[in-house]
DNA sequence: TCTTGTGAAATGCTTCACAGCA
DNA sequence: TGCTGTGAAGCATTTCACAAGA
């Protein structure tokens, strides 16, 4: 995992990375109300420490006032550049069950720079349904559809024993970036990111900090 | 977030935390077709370093034998017995719409140690009915239902508005350990772990890895 | 000989502390 | 005076390198 993009840009850490749409969305609870914003406040609202957030605007050639703060709307849109979403990013939902299909609902109603344009199955039953009023394509038309609908991140929602199969179909049609439901690891070429929600593992590691077991 | 326990247990490190489910997972395949595994085979499976997971073997007391190996059984039963997953956790879904559904299933059908054994809603269309035979009770009986089932853990699918408010009702009926999908910071008191999944926060941080968007 | 177990070095990220500028 | 911007210090985690034991 590496935080490095295409050439002449600067390198960000991950952990930045992670902490950018965060800001976006408190600055856009704030956009409207006011103009300026400090990094205090930003820690405030956050839960971040100031140093962090000067830190990681610095990453991209901050532009505070000093005795003032960031102006509110020039931050949002740098970091919308920064993450790519200063223009729509064209998403698939691979998988329509249950997770696919609550998913792609969610991701559909939530996000407006990422827009989920395709959902795909290989349940007949399912296939030429919709969602929102997104297709559930058959899973053997991604590639076409993929590259069609210019198709650049893709959500994995398939049973593990299908998941390679589908990346692997995805990557060779353009897709780079993943977000894999499924529990297991995946393959892929250098290039391309694969980000992990895997619900088994999280619960498992959430039983650690379930204290006091001792109770009845 | 501090990876300290119950006293008198060794402290593990949040990050050793997260890989020893990983372990798990290996191990039941490993588990019935051999008896011994070295950190090698280990690393091999899980893409984590050799050294790393003698490292986090060592955090509770390791027990391989050199030139050997570690034995599967005994791993097992030792990971389990640390993540407390060597009795049945009962957890709770709080929220039944589409996303909250998708998990109960889930879990309730990968999981067997952690036992989802209620679910919450306070739309009453849903209440009453059942998921995989696991009742969907209205939000207002959670506190009675949540301590006579002794539940100790809640994924919580509800939306924003309503999460801070089914956290509070939650803690204060003894759940300690919370997988949160609500897209907002919950407050809680510090014995209290709230692990967050935000999907607007992951697809947003992943469009920064989707690369060569100059490409069509 | 093979693999564990572990101090020591390296890395990467966060916090500290303060100089610099509006 | 207030807040940014940033080197330096501090931490946490990973990797290195190798001694020790079956």
Redo the contacts between chains.
């Keep these: 995992m590496v935080g490095l993009?295409?050439a002449g840009n600067p390198r960000?850490p991950d952990t930045t990375?992670?902490r950018?749409?965060?800001y976006?969305?408190v600055l856009s609870e704030l956009s409207g109300r006011q103009q300026e914003v400090t990094s205090a406040e930003l820690a405030e609202r956050?839960?971040y420490s100031s140093e962090q957030i000067r830190k990681d605007f610095a990453y991209f050639g901050a532009l505070g006032t000093r005795g003032v703060g960031y102006r509110v709307d020039l931050l949002q849109r740098q970091i919308r550049s920064?993450?790519?979403?200063d223009r729509p990013?064209p998403?698939a939902v691979i998988g329509a069950?249950?997770?696919g299909?609550?998913?792609a609902?969610?991701?559909i109603l939530?996000?407006r720079?990422?827009q989920v344009v395709a959902l795909f199955d290989v349940d007949p039953r399912r296939v030429g349904t919709d969602i929102e009023g997104v297709k559930v394509y058959p899973t053997e038309e991604l590639p076409a559809v993929v590259r069609q609908l210019?198709i650049?991140?893709a959500?994995v929602a398939v049973p593990p024993e299908a998941a390679q199969a589908v990346v692997d179909a995805a990557v060779r049609a353009?897709v780079?970036?993943?977000?894999n439901f499924s529990?297991v690891?995946l393959q892929a070429p250098r290039?391309v990111?694969i980000?992990n929600?895997d619900?088994?593992?999280?619960?498992?590691?959430?039983?650690?900090?379930?204290?006091?077991?001792?109770?009845?």
Excluded: C, W
């Design positions: 993009r295409h960000i990375v992670r950018l749409p965060v976006l969305r956050t839960g920064i993450l790519g979403l990013i998403a069950g249950n997770l299909t609550a998913l609902r969610y991701s939530q996000d720079d990422i210019g650049r991140m959500i353009g780079t970036a993943f977000l529990p690891k290039h990111h980000q929600i619900l088994s593992l999280e619960l498992q590691s959430l039983a650690y900090y379930v204290s006091a077991r001792s109770l009845p």
